[in-house]
């Protein structure tokens, strides 16, 4: 019996080829770790990663004035003017004009008042009882009307150097002021027309003196 034979039932068993390899179902040890492709996302060990937050819009802010010289600074009061408006400049003009008419007004009842006593003795009121207390009367009231258009010529210059500084009562009084003044070119209309133009003046400064804007000037915010 030869163990050679290929029929041989009582011989070795013939043999069979290799069975195929499979690949590894995962990365184990031993085997080489790819890498994630290109722009994909790192993952853990068994942590799911959250996705990427979505930028957030950046929604556009007013700068805040920081300070007083800043243009948009309003100092707490809105409409405060930073720079007197141009109204305001010309009620403050008006009140000059005002307070020089009435200075213009007692120098001319100091002329009088200087020329008083003359003018009574070529009247011939020197010497009688009556005419002198008559006179002496008539000079009392220049001498007031003096003093009253020295004052008022005073408050008006005041009140014009308070324009630039002053609160909202340099407005009120300017109000007042022009009412006075009013009153003032009455008593001087027969004064070669000069109380027709301290009526007109003093009108148009209670005008301008009662608008907005220059309210909202005296009003403003002071540091």
């Known amino acids: 019996m030869s163990f050679g034979e290929p029929n041989n039932p009582y011989g070795p068993p013939s043999q069979q080829p290799p069975a195929p390899q499979q690949p590894p179902a995962g990365p184990g040890y031993g085997y080489p770790q790819q890498g994630p492709p290109p722009g994909a996302p790192q993952q853990g060990y068994g942590v799911p990663q959250a996705p990427p937050p979505y930028p957030q819009q950046q929604y556009g802010q007013q700068p805040y004035p920081q300070y007083p010289g800043d243009p948009q600074f309003q100092g707490g009061y809105p409409g405060g003017p930073l720079t007197m408006p141009g109204i305001t400049r010309a009620a403050r003009i008006l009140l000059g004009v005002i307070a020089l008419a009435h200075a213009v007004i007692a120098g001319s009842y100091l002329w009088v008042l200087s020329r008083w006593d003359q003018e009574m003795r070529e009247a011939g009121v020197t010497g009688d009882p009556d005419a002198e207390q008559f006179a002496d009367l008539g000079k009392g009231v220049v001498i007031f009307f003096l003093g009253l258009a020295t004052v008022f010529t005073i408050l008006g210059v005041v009140l014009l150097l308070q324009y630039a500084k002053g609160g ?56």
């Open 168 to 223: 909202n009562s340099v407005r009120v009084c300017s109000i007042v002021y022009g009412s006075f003044a009013i009153i003032t070119g009455i008593f001087m209309i027969a004064a070669w027309g000069l109380g027709l133009i301290v009526i007109a003046v003093a009108v148009l400064l209670i005008v301008f003196s009662a608008k907005r804007a220059t309210a909202d000037w005296f009003r403003r915010p002071r540091y």
